[in-house]
């Protein structure tokens, strides 16, 4: 599976800003999908992930924020960035992978596909 994460820019705090993440799998549906940040100096962090269709799951520090959604008949996953924060800066990656429990729908390793990232600036 690839993946091609875009959308990113710079914003100014307060802003928004919508990530799309494009699989080359047909059967994307199939698969549980989530974005990961990485701001420089620090380890890649959960943003979010959705599997099944519906079944999401935030990190505390984007809930009420950011909203992931996805159309599976075009294979392409969303990441709808509200209120952005100058702390929201970061490289943003999407990624997937198969079978994968509610549980650890955050830990990063857990997911086998990863896209390129796409930088998000967030000025105050």
């Known amino acids: 599976v690839q993946l091609q994460a875009s959308g990113g820019g710079l914003v100014q705090a307060g802003g928004s800003l919508r990530l799309s993440c494009a699989a080359s799998?047909?059967?994307?549906?199939?698969?549980?999908t989530g974005w990961f940040r990485q701001a420089p100096g620090k380890e890649r962090e959960f943003v979010g992930a959705?599997?099944?269709?519906?079944?999401?799951k935030y990190a505390n520090s984007v809930k009420g924020r950011f909203t992931i959604s996805r159309d599976n008949a075009k294979n392409t996953m969303y990441l709808q960035m509200n209120s952005l924060k100058p702390e929201d800066t970061a490289v943003y990656y999407c990624a997937a992978s198969l079978g994968l429990r509610s549980t650890v729908l955050g830990v990063p390793e857990e997911y086998r596909y990863w896209g390129q990232g796409t930088q998000v600036t967030v000025s105050s």
């Open positions: 799998e047909r059967t994307f549906s199939n698969y549980a």
């Open positions: 959705i599997r099944n269709f519906a079944v999401t």
